[in-house]
């Protein structure tokens, strides 16, 4: 991604931790990081022992590479620890605050909370699931999904959450891979005043795939739907006379919580798997270290429950730690631009956690939306899902941390469940654009190809040495992907990040972006093999190539080359065509930035697509080494082409 136009002419180049700051941080002690180091094993029972157990551990840790098992023997239910566990300090605090797009607010306490999730899981129990069952949930930013999650946690049903704006077919093939009978799903939702029709996806996406023997339905938008006898159920109807006790189910330590699918370099999206106990664990004890929770704090974190961000950092973790959360459904410029800010002032907001995309459009649309309000409440910010760079991050520490709050960049990915690289608030100097060191207990390296550290300044690849309590598990139904995908790089115990980094003088981390066939576009993940066998699946194309192109705004878009069948003319029309194809069959962040059309694609001898090529053609870089293309040639009419059509 590299440096971007917007660098600050004065170079300020670290920020202490603020005094007052670390005077009251959770962590201000840098020696957590030695202990951590000198006892990994003994750093994370430490913290193991401030959750729940029904049965405490025989043994922290099985490291049998790349397999690893956490608080092996020990029992704990996760929605036990983030709701009950509460109950005798928090009852009556606020857990959960809602903002609906149109304005409403729901408010649930953590009683409240318990036992509308009570309720839910009998629900799941009365529609046949039982422990191991795999829950699909297809649900926006509504308190729902957060109820569906902890219900399926309860009763031991690992969940399945499916981003909502995914298309029906996308929601389909994950309910295909991970065998799912019930899907929670809404009637409809508003994005920008407009409704999303998400039952109607779900009619067409389940049409053909004959799984799914229950739909519960959540009256939200009251848009017009059809429901199917013997299938489909409405959620307030079912919840009306479910019991509001419900026994959590006593689960084992490395029991599935739940599978998150994510795009990776081959055609299917993989079901990462995630075990309860160790995750646990690694999601209360970052939640605690690097948002510096304090009791009268208020959340917010900006994620959608539908990635993996929501499940730690909204769900999981904050909860597990007692936290008052904000979600909000809708769109940040809705009904005007200054929406975060004014949920920020009236909520009274001190911790926030967002995008690098969301901070760079907001540093387009200018500081004055944020000086409408008085946002001072804040004392920390952070950022997740790509890489900030340096003046978009000093933005966000002038005009939304007013220059007071500490601003953490936390690098980490669905595999890892949890922060891995981030600053500790009350510790850590911070330097805008890195995400300065590994989490204590972790130990990262940038290496290079045959698995020795780089230099520093020098690129290489992001490598984790140790394990840690909330990594994958194994790929869903797939071991092999899994060792291939994360293992195989190097000597099948270093975890393969797939993003490239690296590290400066003072040993900083500093994250380039994925060097795999995974594409970030506003931190959303897509990979390229899946995109490109839906744009194959269109009548008019043969073959496609689909890359990711550096972007000011959204980190990076999507750039689609495409070689139409014989007989088909290239037209306007047609690119518009497969923009709203690649829109209606993946979803609304999938639409391509440009389609490109030519005759032929760069291509190894044995006809395989070089999507490294692409990759270079569509980012204006030295392609390197072309001598192994079939066809040489065709390299500079895709460049020319990509050219014309941007400057067009
Ligand atoms: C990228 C999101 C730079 C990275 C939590 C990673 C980041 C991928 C950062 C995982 C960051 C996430 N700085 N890059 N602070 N955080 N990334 O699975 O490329 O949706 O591999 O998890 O996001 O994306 P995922």
């Known amino acids: 991604m590299g440096e971007r136009s917007d660098q600050p002419k004065k170079e300020v180049k670290e920020f202490e931790p603020p005094e007052d700051f670390a005077a009251n941080a959770t962590v201000n002690d840098p020696d957590i990081y030695r202990r951590a180091e000198e ?11 401030e959750l729940k157990w029904y049965r405490e551990w025989d043994r922290v ?66 529609s046949g699931i039982k422990k191991g069952d795999i829950v699909t949930i297809y649900l926006p930013m509504i308190p729902e999904v957060i109820i569906a999650m902890l219900a399926c946690a309860r009763i031991g049903a690992p969940h399945s959450v499916v981003f ?74 079912v919840m009306k006379d479910s019991d509001i006790s419900c026994e959590p189910e006593i689960m084992d330590s490395e029991d599935m919580l739940f599978l998150m699918y994510t795009s990776g370099t081959t055609g299917k999206p993989k079901g990462i798997v995630h075990a309860t106990g160790g995750y646990m664990v690694a999601t209360y004890t970052t939640t605690k270290f690097v948002f510096d929770l304090n009791e009268d704090d208020i959340y917010w974190c900006t994620a ?65 939306w944020p000086e409408m309000h008085d946002i001072s409440t804040l004392r920390l910010i952070g950022s997740v899902g790509e890489p900030i760079n340096p003046g978009a991050w000093l933005w966000y520490h002038e005009n939304i941390g007013l220059g007071k709050c500490p601003v953490v960049d936390t690098w980490w990915q669905t595999e890892t469940g949890m922060i891995m690289i981030s600053p500790l608030p009350g510790v850590t100097t911070t330097k805008p654009g890195s995400a300065t060191m590994p989490m ?31 990594m994958v598990r ?11 995908t994360y293992w195989s790089k190097w000597d099948y115990k270093t ?45 008019s194309v043969a073959e496609a190539g689909v890359v990711g192109k550096e972007d ?45 059309f030519s005759d032929d694609l760069p291509k190894t001898r044995s006809g395989k697509i070089m999507r490294r090529v692409l990759k270079s053609i569509a980012n204006n870089k030295d392609p390197g080494d072309l001598t192994t293309l079939q066809d040489p040639d065709v390299v500079e009419v895709l460049k020319e082409r990509t050219r014309t059509l941007e400057s067009a």
């Not at 194994?474 to 291939?484: A, D, P, Y």
């Open 304 to 368: 959608d429950c539908g990635w993996i961000t929501g499940h730690s950092y909204i769900v999981y973790g904050p909860l597990a730690n007692g936290a008052t959360l904000v979600t909000y459904e809708g769109a940040p410029d809705y009904p005007d631009k200054d929406r975060y800010w004014d949920i920020i002032e009236r909520h009274k907001v001190t911790i926030l956690y967002t995008a690098p995309t969301a901070i760079r459009t907001f540093m387009k649309w200018g500081s004055s």
């Open 552 to 596: 000011e705004l959204k980190g990076e878009v999507i750039y689609c080359y495409v070689t139409l069948r014989s007989g088909t003319e290239e037209s306007d029309d047609l690119k518009r065509e497969l923009r709203s194809y690649a829109e209606k069959n993946i979803g609304p962040f999938a639409r391509p930035k440009l389609i490109i």
């Open 495 to 539: 975890y393969f990040a797939g993003d490239g980094a690296k590290r400066d003088d003072d040993g900083y981390f500093w994250i380039i972006g994925r060097v795999d066939d995974v594409i970030k576009v506003s931190g959303h993940r897509i990979g390229s093999a899946e995109f490109e066998s839906i744009m194959v699946s269109h009548p």
């Open 61 to 126: 840790l099985k490291w049998e590479p790349p397999h690893s098992e956490w608080f092996i023997g020990g029992k704990i239910n996760a929605c036990y620890n983030c709701l009950d566990t509460n109950l005798e300090k928090r009852a009556d605090k606020t857990a959960l605050i809602w903002e609906a797009e149109n304005g409403e607010i729901r408010k649930y306490t953590y009683k409240e909370l318990l036992d509308e999730v009570c309720r839910f899981a009998n629900v799941l129990k009365d």
């Open 474 to 484: 194994t790929v869903f139904g797939n071991e092999e992907r899994f060792i291939e």
């Open 164 to 237: 909502a704006a995914f298309s029906g077919d996308s929601l389909a093939t994950r309910i295909g891979n991970a065998n799912s009978r019930v899907l929670v799903t809404c009637d409809g939702y508003s994005r920008r005043g407009k409704v999303v029709e998400q039952k109607n996806k779900v009619d067409d996406g389940i049409k053909s795939c004959g799984i799914i023997e229950k739909v519960i339905v959540v009256r939200h938008h009251g848009n017009d739907i059809s429901m199917k006898e013997g299938r489909d159920v409405w959620w307030h109807e």
């Open 39 to 49: 006892d990994p094993e003994g750093f994370w029972e430490e913290n193991a022992k």
């Open 440 to 470: 204590p207990g972790i130990k990262a390296a940038v290496l290079d190809e045959k698995g020795n550290e780089t230099a520093p300044g020098e690129d290489g690849y992001l490598a984790i040495l140790n394990p840690w309590p909330s």
